[in-house]
């Protein structure tokens, strides 16, 4: 059905068409993902589990600088190594984006998360710097090489068409293209990097001694005063760091964070080589039982790989369907079209604080409310990501030019402002769709059967060859959902994703 649509969509020579053949399949997806979603609250006493919470952030506890310091310098460390390095090493990969095995790899790679990647170098390398390093750098060498590479396609070609062909290419290159295409990829970096933190922030659930490790611990154990106080500091430091942290200064924070906590590791050859040889090949493989491993996938499939498709495309389909609805509804907050000074202020930090939250962070604290279904999973990953859409809404809406007798209030939004932006809003909830998914599959390591849930039980009882197929899933599912939403998008002219955050 899936392909069906998108086939007519594609033969339609009407945007207005295309947008509502698109609306009517997200709503009909959205209700097939309400029928097979489990959304109710499991918790005993949810309101009150909501009121312990909300008096401890009413009250937060000062905690000690031995617990907090080291805790934040690690993860600021994993953000600056990992996310410097990825933007460089992304950069000479977009150089060479047009090649099918450099967009294919760099897919790949972006296609795993930092928990997935985290998870898989703690049994080689354990819980050290280089883990945490090699969980942010990997995937997000290959976002780099994807929106570098997008960027610099994009620019204006005139000023290296006109210049002497005698010039040597590099330095044709560099000062045409590169110096045209700056200050977006300073933009996206800037950007990139406040993800980063947010990334390197939940590698404490797994272990790392990052914020998420602290928060995790005080969350668990009711405290929820500290996790107060740490959430508190989070948020300052992502509010601030457009103050803190200029193009310049990015090497020296950088060169900091490699000398405060180096990334380095006991590494042991031989049991790399095994883990790698025997540890994650299937038994039948190794044995050369071709029919036996085809059993195995047969079994996967049955128990846990079909399950933990359908729970993450439903989820994410609702988390989609709820991000659209609320991005709509708080965008007008942050406009100058509707609100006034005091309103903006009030919505703009708002949102700062929606989308500066990681969504494990957000469901994690959620189950602890709702308990354990898929409702707070949802509920996270619509805050955040609409938090993003309604800034860019916002923005986009403040150029729109009416009559001077256009309406006013209601009007002015439902008949005027609306109409104009619908398909900008459509092709920034298809840019956020990979991203949703790519989050719904890891959400299952906190219980909910997603992908994430059996990967993470998968490594919990030591079975690595199982482990490694369910990543490869999940990895062509977002492969899978990218393409199809930068086919959507490009049926809407909207082929660059946005930079303005």
């Known amino acids: 059905m899936l392909l069906a649509y998108i086939k007519k969509i594609s033969h339609l020579s009407s945007g207005f068409h295309s947008l509502r053949l698109i609306s009517f399949l997200l709503f009909a997806l959205t209700f097939m993902a309400f029928l097979l979603s489990d959304l109710a609250i499991h918790s005993a006493s949810p309101l ?192 601030s760091l457009k103050y803190l942290v200029k193009i310049p200064m990015l090497p020296i924070y950088t060169l900091a964070a490699f000398i405060y906590l180096p990334p380095i590791a006991d590494i042991s050859w031989p049991l790399i080589s095994d883990f790698f040889k025997h540890e994650i090949v299937p038994a039948s493989l190794q044995e050369g039982n071709v029919p036996a491993f085809f059993n195995w996938l047969n079994m996967l499939w049955q128990t846990q790989i079909m399950d933990g498709l359908v729970n993450t495309l439903a989820l994410s389909q609702l988390a989609l369907a709820l991000t659209g609805l609320i991005s709509l509804l708080i965008f007008p907050f942050s406009s100058k079209l509707f609100a006034g000074k005091i309103t903006r202020t009030v919505s703009q930090s708002s949102l700062i604080i929606m989308r500066s939250s990681p969504e494990y962070l957000l469901a994690f604290i959620g189950l602890l409310i709702l308990g354990p279904s898929m409702l ?56 956020r769709w990979e991203v949703i998914v790519r989050e719904t599959a890891i959400l299952g390591m906190l219980g909910i059967p997603t992908l994430g849930f059996y990967i993470d039980s998968a490594f919990e009882e030591i079975r690595f060859d199982r482990a490694i197929l369910l990543i490869l899933v999940t990895a062509f599912l977002n492969i899978l959902i990218d393409n199809i939403a930068v086919f959507l998008r490009k049926q809407m002219h909207f082929k660059q994703q946005p930079l303005s955050f």
């Open 48 to 239: 009150y589990e909501f009121s312990l919470m909300a008096q401890g952030f009413l009250n937060p506890q000062t905690i000690s600088f031995d617990t907090l310091l080291p805790a934040l310098y690690a993860t600021l460390a994993f953000a600056f190594q990992g996310v410097m390095v990825a933007a460089v090493l992304g950069f000479l990969l977009s150089l060479l984006f047009r090649y099918f095995y450099i967009r294919v790899f760099a897919a790949f790679i972006r296609s795993i998360h930092e928990l997935f990647w985290a998870l898989l170098f703690i049994q080689i390398t354990g819980l050290t710097p280089l883990t945490g390093f090699l969980a942010i750098l990997i995937p997000f060498t290959g976002i780099f090489a994807k929106v570098f590479s997008e960027i610099l396609d994009e620019v204006d070609k005139k000023p290296e068409l006109s210049l002497n062909p005698q010039i040597k290419t590099f330095s044709l290159f560099l000062y045409t293209r590169v110096a045209l295409a700056w200050p977006q990829m300073k933009s996206y970096l800037l950007y990139r990097l406040e993800c980063g933190i947010r990334s390197s922030a939940i590698l404490g659930f797994v272990g790392l001694p990052t914020l998420g490790f602290e928060l995790e611990s005080y969350f668990k154990q009711g405290f929820y005063a500290e996790a107060a106080t740490l959430l508190y500091v989070f948020f300052i430091l992502i509010a």
């Open 376 to 431: 707070p999973a949802i509920l996270a990953l619509a805050i955040h990501n609409s938090a993003v859409i309604a800034h860019l809404l916002a923005l986009q809406s403040q150029t729109l030019c009416f009559r001077e007798d256009a309406s006013k209030g209601i009007n002015l939004y439902l008949f005027e402002t609306l109409p104009r932006l619908y398909g900008s809003f459509l092709a920034l909830l298809f840019y």
